[in-house]
């Protein structure tokens, strides 16, 4: 594997990125939608193994003391090798003095634990469809 991430949304194929989500079951749009979400980030990180995107993951942040983290998703066949801890390192390290949310799919709670984040007691949602929400794990 020949690791390369970049920091920007040159050259990216948007329908890669909705493929990729669909692949690791979490939510996706059409590729219109995610180049506007990534687009209006304010740190981005994407992962190749050489050309092949193999992930990637976002963050909206202030810059100055809060940032959220987001669709941080890694195919399968890469997963367990580093990257998803690589792609969120580069998020942290964009937003040093910052505290941070993410958007974890229901499972990968124990990923993000070993990245020191910790669960919340406050965490609140207001999902456009919270029916489906709520029967994919993420509310009560």
């Known amino acids: 594997m020949n690791l390369r991430l970049q920091f920007d949304t040159s050259n990216i194929q948007w329908e890669r990125v909705a493929e990729i989500l669909q692949t690791v079951g979490m939510a996706y749009h059409d590729s219109a939608t995610h180049k506007t979400a990534f687009e209006n ?7 190749f193994d050489e050309d092949e995107m193999i992930g990637f993951g976002r963050a909206l ?32 390290a964009k937003c040093p003095n910052c505290n941070f949310i993410l958007y974890a799919a229901p499972g990968k709670e124990k990923f993000y634990e070993k990245l020191n984040f910790r669960k919340m007691k406050t965490g609140m949602a207001l999902f456009t469809n ?11």
Request: charged share 20%; proline share 2%; no cysteine.
């Open 41 to 47: 980030s304010y740190v981005v990180v994407f992962a």
């Open 61 to 92: 942040s202030d810059g100055a003391y809060q940032a959220a983290i987001y669709d941080v998703a890694v195919l399968p066949d890469y997963q367990g090798k580093g990257i998803g801890k690589a792609i969120v390192g580069r998020i942290l």
């Open 130 to 140: 919270a029916e489906r929400m709520k029967q994919r794990g993420f509310t009560e």
